[in-house]
Structures are given as structure tokens and as C-alpha cells.
């Protein structure tokens, strides 16, 4: 499904601003009073869920849509941010409740219930529910039949999820609802492994888990497209949820939402079932043997990015060649390799640490107006197409009235450089543009593979930087009835207090 928020945000945000100006609420002291409270802490408290998109630690420090989302806001009020996560849905709520945060992030969609009880702030993308079943196995194509099968349908408790499907109920009272206390990824996969034969998870969430489990896939779409919004308590407060809607509305206005986007979201609308399945396969059987020395010559880079493009290159194989002379783990021609210093192309070492010096050098060109984690891609263009063709297509974008700073702008424009009436017009001429984005898209996704499969938790505390995150003592329990969580415990994992932490990044 496409992610593009553009028309939904500007509408959510000029409609929001209207309101406050026809209500005449306006941001002062008065009215400010959970804001004030936050700014004389000095910490912004967020309530997140701990995975691979909203918040986990990568190599850099802690990072994900969420996090960085968080970490923005609470710059923009003057705050340090105090990220809160949690391992389940049922501990966020609650906390929320309870004033142990003071926003939950966590990617979760708009319903009826938390509506009733809590503040939802601007949409920023927008996900379908869909229900999922293991490929290969019996595929209810509606509600009817999803009726007829039997099997149960197990859903993450207190989601909104279980609300849409308590919501059929009055029309499909056979379907067989049981609540979990998995959240959920760990249903994903046990739909994934034949435990349980159907579950319902988001359109991002699902796109995200078949990297990691390929055999999962959409039976249906149970909804359509819903909003994804942050909340906070309802209060005659008007403060923050103020600042909320005007930082949503800034960050679109300047192109970070976009970019954000991008990262986050903008490799994951293709997916291949069988590369998929062939790739995750080689990271259980392949990847071991290679994996330190991936770590030994990663250098600045995440090692599981130089994985991935040594999987792009040679799917793992040191012995790799190719009718147009490049060889190899990392496929180097001739000349790059006596370049970056490497004698022997098939010696998988020297293969390894000559590309990765090679990147570096990509890197090292891409122009400084392009955001640092973004860099990346562009210098992975070039190493496929060459320097001067992804500048060539940046002048291009330029051109056409997009941004050559994005690359979510300029791979459009890379196909483009096949075409006569385009490469007439550039530098450099003819390239295989198309092939360079693929490959990009292609690395990003088997990176993202990698790290679903290989980091299911956080990483270790070796490769956390310390002197920027402080581990505090998890949330006490509470006893609190929110929505859909009767008298539910706080599931919260270890707090991450972060006051310098824009330079987190989960592909540097």
C-alpha cells in the first residue's frame, strides 16, 4: 500500500488549526499547565513499544520512527526526551492514565474506545487492518469465510484490533476472537511457524514481519486506511496538544516528516516471497560463517548493512564472478580493487574490507546539504551507477521540481537516465538507472532483514553509547482500567533518558 501521507496530513493539520482558531484556544500560560509541568522537569516522558519501527537500540544509540519523532518534539519545546518503552500494548495505556508518561507514540491507530478516553494528535501515515494467514494454507477471502474456517483468530488484548473485531460481532458472531497477551510480532509468528492458523495486524507491521517470516500473508484487508496518531489525556489543558498539532504541521511543512518517512517505511511496499525466503534461509545457514568478518571491517558502518550489500552483490559467495569481470564477495572490478589496496578479488577478507573501504569513499563525495543517514543510499547508488550518473539524476530532480537531497525524490528519477529525452540533457548520458535503484531498495530491504532476524532484542550493552543513555529503574506497576486493560500491570522495560541524541541513527 502506498505511504504517502501528504493530502491526509495537510488536510488533519489545517483542519486542526482552524478549529483552535474559530475556539479561539491560544498557547499561553494560562492554559499551559501539563506543559509547564513538563518544561519545569525538563524532560518530556514518551510511552513507546519496544521493535523494529517505533524504538530499539541500534548501533548508534536508540532509534526508530517513534524515537526520532519524539526526539524532535521534545527539542522543539525545550525539553531532554525520556523515552518509556514497553514490551506489550497493555502497558502503555494505563501509564498514559496513571501520568507516568506524558504521550504514548507507539504507532497505534485511532478507534472508537481510546477516542472516548484519550486526545489523538495528528495523523502522520496511515495503515489498513489486515488479517493474516500462513502462505500455503487456507485462505478465507472474507469475513464469511474467515467464519466458516473455525480456527480462531488471535488478536494482541486491548488492541484495536480486538475493537474492530468486537465491532463485527453483532454481523459474524461466529468468528472465534481469543485476546493475547503476545504482542503483535510474536503473533506474526507463530501464524508464521503453524502454532496459530490467523491473527490481524497492521498493513507497516505485516510489511515489516514478512522480511523476517516470508511465508506470512494478507487473507484480506479487515479495514480501510486509519490514522496513526500519538495521544494524551483529555483536559481542558490545551498546551501541549497545541504545540502537537503546530510541530506536525512544521515538520511536514520543511520535508522531515517525508524524510522520515523514507527511512522508516519508504523500502517496504514490494516484497518477493521467494527472494525473501532464499535470503532468510542464508542468514541462518550463510551468514554465520561470514558475520565477523563483516564486524571486523564494518568500520562507521552497521555490519548488517555491509552484510546486505554483500548479499546483493554475491548472495554470501567469495567466489562470485561475473561475465563483465567484477568478482568476489563484494563484486569489485579491477581497478577498484587496486584503488582500495586489494590483491587477491576472491579472498573473501580483502573482499569485504576493500568494499567497505570503497563505500567510504562513495560516501565521502555525497554533498553535506544531504541529511547524514540518507547519505548512505546515495553512495550506494553511485558504487552501482557510478558517482557522476546519481548526480546526474539529482540535477534532474532539480529540474522536475523535486528535492536532490531526498532520496526518496531521486530514485524516481534514476529510471529516467534510460530514456533519451532525459540523458540527452545530463552530463553523463545513458545509465542503468533503474538497476541502481533496485539495488538500493533491494539492500535496504535485506538490511532490514537482518535486522529483524538477527536482533530480536536490543543490542548488547557493548554496543550501546553510553555516556548518551541513562538506564533507569523500570515504571512501578500500576493498577489502572483503560481501555480494553482491566486493572492491567505496566509492562515497561528498562527507561532511556536521551538529552543529546539527534545524532542516533539506525543507518549510518
Known sequence: MPFSVLSKLITTVVLSLAVFSLTGCQIDSQDTSQLEQIQKRGVLRVGTLNNQ????????????LEYELADRFAESIGVSLEIKPAYRLSGLFPALEAGQVDVVAAGISQSPERLTQFRSGPAYYYVSQQVVYQNGTNRPRNLAQLSESDAPVYVVDGSHFESTLNQLADTHPDINVISSDADTYDLLRQVSTG?????????VDLSLAQRVYPNLSIAFDLTEDKPITWYTNKSDDEGLYALMIEFFGQLKQSGELAQLEE?????????DYVDTRAFVRAIDSTLPKWEPLFKKHAGEFDWRLIAAVAYQESHWNPSAKSPTGVRGMMMLTLPTAKSVGVTNRLDPEQSIEGGVKYLRQMVKRIPDSIAEHEKTWFALASYNVGFGHMMDARRLT?????NPDLWSDVKERLPL???KKYYSQTRYGFARGDEAMNYVENIRRYYQSIIGHVDKTPANE????LDNIQVIQPLVPAQSEAVGTENAPIELGDEVSAATTNEASATK
Not at 519501527?53 to 526508530?64: A, E, K, W
Not at 527511512?263 to 516484497?271: A, E, N, P, T
Not at 557493548?462 to 553509547?465: A, Q, Y
Open 53 to 64: 519501527l517505533s524504538y530499539y537500540i541500534g548501533p548508534d544509540g536508540p532509534t526508530g
Open 195 to 203: 502454532d496459530i492458523q490467523f491473527t490481524v495486524a497492521n498493513s
Open 263 to 271: 527511512k522508516y517505511l519508504g523500502h517496504i511496499s514490494q516484497f
Open 398 to 402: 532539480k529540474a522536475q521540481g523535486g
Open 417 to 419: 537516465l534510460r530514456q
Open 462 to 465: 557493548e554496543e550501546i553509547d
